[in-house]
Protein backbone atom coordinates (compact mmCIF):
# COMPACT_ATOMS: atom_id res chain seq x y z
CA UNK A 1 0.00 0.00 0.00
CA UNK A 2 1.53 3.69 -1.22
CA UNK A 3 1.16 5.64 1.73
CA UNK A 4 1.51 9.12 2.06
CA UNK A 5 1.95 10.48 5.27
CA UNK A 6 1.39 13.97 7.54
CA UNK A 7 1.42 14.86 11.12
CA UNK A 8 -2.22 15.04 12.01
CA UNK A 9 -1.13 18.09 14.68
CA UNK A 10 -2.29 20.92 15.29
CA UNK A 11 0.18 22.95 14.52
CA UNK A 12 -0.14 26.15 15.94
CA UNK A 13 1.75 29.44 15.66
CA UNK A 14 1.34 32.70 16.56
CA UNK A 15 0.05 35.73 13.52
CA UNK A 16 3.23 36.61 11.14
CA UNK A 17 5.28 33.40 11.76
CA UNK A 18 6.25 30.73 9.75
CA UNK A 19 4.49 27.71 9.50
CA UNK A 20 5.82 24.46 8.20
CA UNK A 21 4.24 22.13 6.96
CA UNK A 22 6.00 18.29 5.97
CA UNK A 23 4.81 15.38 4.37
CA UNK A 24 6.83 12.16 3.43
CA UNK A 25 5.48 9.50 0.76
CA UNK A 26 6.24 5.78 -0.12
CA UNK A 27 6.53 5.47 -3.94
CA UNK A 28 9.73 5.85 -5.16
CA UNK A 29 7.93 6.44 -8.89
CA UNK A 30 5.91 9.45 -7.98
CA UNK A 31 6.26 12.49 -9.86
CA UNK A 32 3.86 15.29 -9.16
CA UNK A 33 3.13 16.66 -5.75
CA UNK A 34 0.35 18.80 -4.63
CA UNK A 35 -1.12 20.75 -1.60
CA UNK A 36 -4.41 21.34 -0.98
CA UNK A 37 -6.02 23.51 1.66
CA UNK A 38 -9.57 21.95 3.07
CA UNK A 39 -11.43 24.54 5.49
CA UNK A 40 -13.71 22.39 8.17
CA UNK A 41 -16.77 21.52 6.18
CA UNK A 42 -15.26 22.62 2.46
CA UNK A 43 -13.19 20.96 -0.46
CA UNK A 44 -10.01 20.83 -1.05
CA UNK A 45 -8.39 23.90 -2.48
CA UNK A 46 -5.11 23.73 -4.66
CA UNK A 47 -2.64 25.54 -3.42
CA UNK A 48 0.83 24.77 -4.89
CA UNK A 49 2.25 22.10 -7.11
CA UNK A 50 5.78 20.90 -7.77
CA UNK A 51 7.20 18.53 -9.97
CA UNK A 52 10.95 18.98 -9.91
CA UNK A 53 13.08 18.65 -6.76
CA UNK A 54 13.90 22.25 -5.28
CA UNK A 55 12.06 25.33 -4.17
CA UNK A 56 8.80 26.71 -5.74
CA UNK A 57 7.43 30.35 -4.16
CA UNK A 58 4.25 31.62 -5.19
CA UNK A 59 3.10 34.74 -2.89
CA UNK A 60 3.38 33.60 1.29
CA UNK A 61 3.77 30.08 0.09
CA UNK A 62 6.82 27.73 -0.75
CA UNK A 63 6.85 24.17 -1.41
CA UNK A 64 9.96 22.06 -1.38
CA UNK A 65 10.77 18.50 -2.81
CA UNK A 66 13.11 15.89 -2.52
CA UNK A 67 12.25 12.96 -4.19
CA UNK A 68 15.60 11.06 -3.11
CA UNK A 69 14.68 11.35 0.59
CA UNK A 70 10.91 11.26 -0.68
CA UNK A 71 9.35 14.31 1.37
CA UNK A 72 7.57 17.55 0.69
CA UNK A 73 6.89 20.27 2.39
CA UNK A 74 4.89 23.80 2.19
CA UNK A 75 6.07 26.67 4.02
CA UNK A 76 3.69 29.47 4.99
CA UNK A 77 5.51 32.83 5.42
CA UNK A 78 3.32 35.60 6.98
CA UNK A 79 0.77 33.32 8.43
CA UNK A 80 -2.61 34.63 9.36
CA UNK A 81 -5.37 33.62 10.85
CA UNK A 82 -7.31 33.00 8.18
CA UNK A 83 -4.53 30.18 7.37
CA UNK A 84 -6.45 28.12 9.44
CA UNK A 85 -7.13 25.14 8.02
CA UNK A 86 -6.11 21.69 7.30
CA UNK A 87 -4.07 20.97 4.83
CA UNK A 88 -3.57 18.09 2.39
CA UNK A 89 -0.44 16.49 0.75
CA UNK A 90 -1.43 14.83 -2.34
CA UNK A 91 1.16 12.64 -4.48
CA UNK A 92 -0.04 11.47 -7.99
CA UNK A 93 2.84 8.64 -10.12
CA UNK A 94 2.59 9.75 -13.70
CA UNK A 95 1.76 6.92 -16.20
CA UNK A 96 -0.58 6.51 -18.82
CA UNK A 97 -2.21 4.48 -16.21
CA UNK A 98 -2.15 6.54 -13.33
CA UNK A 99 -4.27 8.95 -12.43
CA UNK A 100 -5.23 9.18 -8.82
CA UNK A 101 -4.16 11.70 -6.20
CA UNK A 102 -3.21 9.74 -3.20
CA UNK A 103 -4.06 11.86 0.05
CA UNK A 104 -2.48 12.08 2.88
CA UNK A 105 -4.81 12.54 6.41
CA UNK A 106 -3.79 16.08 6.46
CA UNK A 107 -2.32 18.58 8.93
CA UNK A 108 -4.40 20.79 11.11
CA UNK A 109 -2.85 24.57 11.01
CA UNK A 110 -4.05 27.01 13.89
CA UNK A 111 -2.81 30.11 13.76
CA UNK A 112 -2.97 32.32 16.73
CA UNK A 113 -4.07 36.15 16.66
CA UNK B 1 -12.11 32.00 -12.01
CA UNK B 2 -13.57 28.30 -13.84
CA UNK B 3 -14.76 26.45 -11.19
CA UNK B 4 -16.01 22.76 -10.54
CA UNK B 5 -20.19 22.86 -9.92
CA UNK B 6 -21.59 19.69 -7.66
CA UNK B 7 -25.39 19.26 -7.28
CA UNK B 8 -26.96 18.60 -5.33
CA UNK B 9 -25.08 20.26 -2.29
CA UNK B 10 -27.08 17.71 0.27
CA UNK B 11 -28.75 14.41 -0.29
CA UNK B 12 -30.26 11.94 2.00
CA UNK B 13 -31.46 8.73 1.22
CA UNK B 14 -32.71 5.36 2.46
CA UNK B 15 -30.78 2.63 2.21
CA UNK B 16 -31.13 0.35 -0.34
CA UNK B 17 -32.09 3.45 -2.57
CA UNK B 18 -30.29 4.33 -5.76
CA UNK B 19 -28.63 7.83 -5.67
CA UNK B 20 -26.71 10.17 -8.24
CA UNK B 21 -24.78 12.52 -8.04
CA UNK B 22 -24.35 15.10 -10.43
CA UNK B 23 -21.03 17.58 -11.48
CA UNK B 24 -20.13 19.91 -13.75
CA UNK B 25 -16.76 20.08 -14.87
CA UNK B 26 -14.14 23.03 -15.75
CA UNK B 27 -14.91 23.29 -19.48
CA UNK B 28 -11.59 23.04 -21.04
CA UNK B 29 -11.12 19.79 -19.00
CA UNK B 30 -10.78 16.59 -20.17
CA UNK B 31 -10.18 14.44 -17.33
CA UNK B 32 -12.86 13.82 -14.65
CA UNK B 33 -12.77 12.38 -11.10
CA UNK B 34 -14.31 11.15 -8.23
CA UNK B 35 -13.36 11.64 -4.26
CA UNK B 36 -14.68 10.41 -1.14
CA UNK B 37 -14.14 11.81 2.08
CA UNK B 38 -15.47 9.59 4.79
CA UNK B 39 -15.75 12.27 7.80
CA UNK B 40 -12.55 12.87 10.18
CA UNK B 41 -10.87 10.25 7.51
CA UNK B 42 -8.84 11.05 4.09
CA UNK B 43 -10.04 12.27 0.97
CA UNK B 44 -10.00 8.82 -1.16
CA UNK B 45 -9.61 8.48 -4.72
CA UNK B 46 -12.74 6.34 -6.59
CA UNK B 47 -12.71 6.66 -10.44
CA UNK B 48 -11.21 9.09 -13.07
CA UNK B 49 -12.44 9.34 -16.57
CA UNK B 50 -11.51 10.20 -19.62
CA UNK B 51 -12.85 9.74 -23.46
CA UNK B 52 -15.85 8.85 -22.11
CA UNK B 53 -14.27 5.72 -20.44
CA UNK B 54 -13.07 5.05 -17.03
CA UNK B 55 -9.03 5.20 -16.98
CA UNK B 56 -8.42 3.80 -13.33
CA UNK B 57 -10.69 2.64 -10.45
CA UNK B 58 -9.85 2.05 -6.69
CA UNK B 59 -11.34 -0.72 -4.58
CA UNK B 60 -13.65 1.20 -3.39
CA UNK B 61 -15.37 1.77 -7.12
CA UNK B 62 -17.00 -1.66 -7.61
CA UNK B 63 -20.26 -2.86 -9.34
CA UNK B 64 -22.25 -0.55 -7.20
CA UNK B 65 -20.75 2.42 -8.34
CA UNK B 66 -20.88 3.70 -11.96
CA UNK B 67 -19.79 7.02 -13.80
CA UNK B 68 -21.11 8.48 -16.88
CA UNK B 69 -21.02 11.55 -19.02
CA UNK B 70 -24.57 11.90 -20.44
CA UNK B 71 -23.70 14.53 -22.42
CA UNK B 72 -21.33 17.11 -23.22
CA UNK B 73 -21.24 19.14 -19.82
CA UNK B 74 -22.40 16.76 -17.11
CA UNK B 75 -20.51 13.82 -15.47
CA UNK B 76 -22.47 11.99 -13.01
CA UNK B 77 -21.82 9.14 -10.23
CA UNK B 78 -24.23 6.94 -9.70
CA UNK B 79 -24.55 4.48 -6.30
CA UNK B 80 -26.88 1.41 -6.91
CA UNK B 81 -28.12 0.07 -3.52
CA UNK B 82 -26.89 2.93 -1.01
CA UNK B 83 -25.28 1.26 2.28
CA UNK B 84 -25.01 3.37 5.55
CA UNK B 85 -20.87 3.12 5.20
CA UNK B 86 -21.87 5.12 1.47
CA UNK B 87 -22.23 8.52 3.77
CA UNK B 88 -19.35 10.46 3.17
CA UNK B 89 -18.49 13.56 1.20
CA UNK B 90 -18.40 12.93 -2.53
CA UNK B 91 -16.01 15.27 -4.67
CA UNK B 92 -15.95 15.81 -8.19
CA UNK B 93 -12.77 17.14 -9.34
CA UNK B 94 -11.32 17.90 -13.31
CA UNK B 95 -7.61 18.46 -14.72
CA UNK B 96 -5.97 19.31 -17.98
CA UNK B 97 -4.14 17.16 -20.27
CA UNK B 98 -1.07 18.04 -21.78
CA UNK B 99 -0.07 16.05 -24.92
CA UNK B 100 3.80 15.34 -24.52
CA UNK B 101 5.75 12.95 -27.13
CA UNK B 102 2.74 11.82 -28.71
CA UNK B 103 0.94 10.26 -25.90
CA UNK B 104 -2.23 12.35 -23.83
CA UNK B 105 -0.85 12.02 -20.02
CA UNK B 106 -2.07 14.33 -17.25
CA UNK B 107 -0.30 15.56 -14.18
CA UNK B 108 -2.01 19.20 -13.94
CA UNK B 109 -3.57 19.64 -10.69
CA UNK B 110 -6.62 18.23 -10.26
CA UNK B 111 -9.28 21.32 -9.09
CA UNK B 112 -12.40 20.18 -6.86
CA UNK B 113 -15.48 21.04 -6.58
CA UNK B 114 -17.73 22.13 -3.37
CA UNK B 115 -18.95 18.50 -3.02
CA UNK B 116 -21.99 16.59 -2.44
CA UNK B 117 -22.71 15.29 1.34
CA UNK B 118 -24.24 11.95 1.20
CA UNK B 119 -26.16 10.97 4.39
CA UNK B 120 -27.68 7.47 4.02
CA UNK B 121 -30.43 6.65 6.68
Known amino acids: QKEVEQNSGPLSVPEGAIASLNCTYS??????FFWYRQYSGKSPELIMS????GDKEDGRFTAQLNKASQYVSLLIRDSQPSDSATYLC?????????????FGKGTSLLVTP | EPEVTQTPSHQVTQMGQEVILRCVPI?????FYWYRQILGQKVEFLVS????????KSEIFDDQFSVERPDGSNFTLKIRSTKLEDSAMYFC???????????????????FGDGTRLSIL
Open chain 1, 50 to 53: IYSN
Open chain 2, 49 to 56: FYNNEISE
Open chain 1, 90 to 102: AVKKDSNSGYALN
Open chain 2, 27 to 31: SNHLY
Open chain 2, 93 to 111: ASSEAYRPGGSWVSNQPQH
Open chain 1, 27 to 32: DRVSQS
